[in-house]
Structure formats: C-alpha cells, structure tokens
C-alpha cells in the first residue's frame, strides 16, 4: 500500500510515467479530481490494475483487494470513491457502512463474480453438510453473505487453515482453489469459476519468454491455471507481487497478471525490465479519469448494499480481517 501526496503536481506526479503530451491534457482533469476530493472529503482507493494516470495520478491509497478492504474499513473520509470494480466498492460498503461508496462505473463487474450465487451456496452447503464455506472475494455481496469467512489471493492458505478442518468448500475461483490445494492439507472443494484475464494465459508462452530471456523471472497471479502457475519462479496477489519485485529487484521480469500494473511497477522500477504480455480487464478499464471526476462531482454511482445481506456478509469479511496473514 503506498499514499500518493496531493502537494506534487499533475505533471510532477505522471513525468516519464505517460508522454509529456498527454500530461498537459490530463493535469487540469486531475487538479478537478483533487478540488472535488477536498469538497466531498472523500478519499480514492485504487486497484492495482488501474491506469498509470489514476494510480500515480489520483489515488489516495492503492493496493491488492485485501489492501483495500482493510482501507476501507479504516477510513475517516465521508466518501470512498472505489477505483476497481463492483465487487471491491460491495466490500467496502460492507466493511464501513456510514460511509458513501461510490463507483465511477456500475458496470465495472467481474467474471469470478458472476460465476456464482447465493442460490449456488446454499445448494452446495445441502449437498456437503457441515463443511464452511471459504469465499474468494471476487463475489457479490449476496454469495458473501450465505458463507463463513472470505479470502483473497493475499491470504487464502492462511484463512482456509485458520479454520482447523480437514475440508472447506472453496468458492468461486477454480484455479485459486487449486493453487490453494497445492499449498496445505486440507481438501478443497472447488467451484468451476474463473477469471477471464487470467485463464487465457499459457503455459507455452511463457516457455517462449524463458528461451528468448534466459534468466528472465515468471511472477503469476494464482488466478492462472496450474500449468501457467507451475512455470512462475513466484505465485501471490497483486500485492504480493509487487512486494517480491521490491526484494529482488529482477534484470527482467513477466508479470503475468492484468497488463495495466507492469505499467504501474515499471514506473518504480527503472531496474527491471518488464516484458508486456497484455491481457487487460475490459471491467476495471471501465474506470477512467473523467469517471472519477464525474463520481465526485455528481455523487454517482452509489454502491448500496441491503442492509440485511450486509450484516451476514460483513461477518464474512471481518473475520477474513482478524486472520493474521
Ligand atoms: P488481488 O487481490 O491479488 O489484487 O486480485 C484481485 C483481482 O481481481 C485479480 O484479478
Ligand atoms: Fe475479475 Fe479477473 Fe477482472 Fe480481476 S481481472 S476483476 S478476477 S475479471
């Protein structure tokens, strides 16, 4: 997690990060983002996938989705502009309820999160009685709620372990669920949901970068399927990811995750070279600078999360906060 300050300029800020040309564009979008964020007393959470322009441009407080859970429940801002998709303004409506969360596009979804509902959850718990509930936290609010306590790339061994069973049901990202399996006792039982960013990487590919960079470094994200995974010299979260990047500091490296954040990285690692396979997410690109602008000057798109739904699924959430990662 890292704190943006709002003294640096726009252009101070975006220098040798995107061409001097489109600076000169975006600096007034960007002093309007920063007027409006004062007058709301709102705070911008990014993800980690965002644009360069919002993540060194905009945002307050950016991370992994456990970051910004965490940072949404610890804010003393009114209003949450959530800079990532639905599902992560869902949780931090979830997690600090007073405030106002809003999304600077509804549409801003997630294929992890459509790929189960709370009907789903329910059917599963008849079918394997006695057996909690582990849930990625890629999912709505609704799916939240009907399970025992979330995980999120950043600390899923830790949270299926913290149980003390021999099995847990594990929702709703197959391969997540798989990578998890590969890493503790206890046995999963898997959803067949996937990310559709991160399944279409392959194996094969990232041979080629090993034969073409010998020495090259393979960090994946463990929504990748097995085989993806099994090349990558690190597997974790966003987060994680970053993280091992600091440490190491590679000569060259593929980040084989969501495209946006080699762009992100490269910025604060002039060390590395980062080679690019880009795979974008078509919904967290749905969120844009004048989006942001848009949302704090309107006060639109509200996140509202039933009252009811919300008190089970913050029981979910927080009890995935108190695990110690
Ligand atoms: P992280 O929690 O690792 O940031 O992942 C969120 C996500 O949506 C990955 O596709
Ligand atoms: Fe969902 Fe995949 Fe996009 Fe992450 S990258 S928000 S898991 S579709």
């Not at 279409?200 to 080629?208: C, I, K, Q």
């Not at 690019?276 to 919904?283: K, S």
Request: proline content about 5%.
């Amino acid at each position: 997690m890292s704190i943006s300050s709002t003294e640096i300029s726009p252009a101070e800020r975006l220098r040798g990060i995107v061409p001097d040309v489109e600076i000169a564009a975006l600096g007034p979008l960007i002093e309007e983002i920063e007027e409006w964020k004062v007058r709301r007393n709102a705070v911008v959470l990014a993800h980690n996938y965002m644009t360069p322009d919002i993540y060194h441009g905009v945002a307050d407080l950016k991370g992994d989705s456990l970051a910004l859970a965490r940072m949404a429940a610890d804010t003393d801002a009114e209003v949450i502009v959530m800079a990532g998709v639905h599902f992560m303004a869902e949780t931090a409506k979830i997690v600090n309820e007073q405030k106002t969360v809003l999304i600077p596009d509804m549409r801003a979804g997630c294929s992890l999160a459509d790929a189960i509902t709370g009907a789903d959850v329910r059917l599963l718990r008849e079918r394997y009685p006695g057996v909690p509930v582990v849930t990625y936290v890629n999912t709505s609010a609704e799916v939240k709620a009907e399970s025992d306590i979330c995980c999120t790339s950043g600390n899923a061994v830790q949270v299926v372990e913290s149980l003390g069973v021999e099995r847990v049901i594990f929702l709703p990202d197959q391969y997540l669920g798989r990578w998890v399996a590969t890493n503790t006792e206890v046995k999963i039982i898997l959803w067949e949901g996937s990310c559709m960013v991160h399944e279409r990487f392959n194996a094969e590919e990232l041979r080629g970068y090993r034969r073409l960079h010998p020495g090259i470094q393979i960090i994946a994200h463990p929504e990748c399927p097995p085989d993806v995974l099994a090349e990558a010299d690190y597997v974790g979260s966003t987060a994680g990811m970053i993280g091992w990047l600091k440490n190491v500091r590679p000569r060259q490296v593929v980040m084989v995750t969501e495209c946006s954040m080699s762009d992100n990285v490269a910025a604060e690692s002039p060390e590395t070279e980062f080679m690019r396979p880009c795979n974008l997410c078509p919904h967290m690109k749905r969120i844009t600078l004048p989006g942001i602008r848009d949302a704090l000057r309107d006060m639109k798109h509200e996140v509202v999360v039933d009252q009811a739904i919300a008190a089970r699924a913050r029981v979910a959430v927080e009890r995935m906060l108190e695990v110690r990662v």
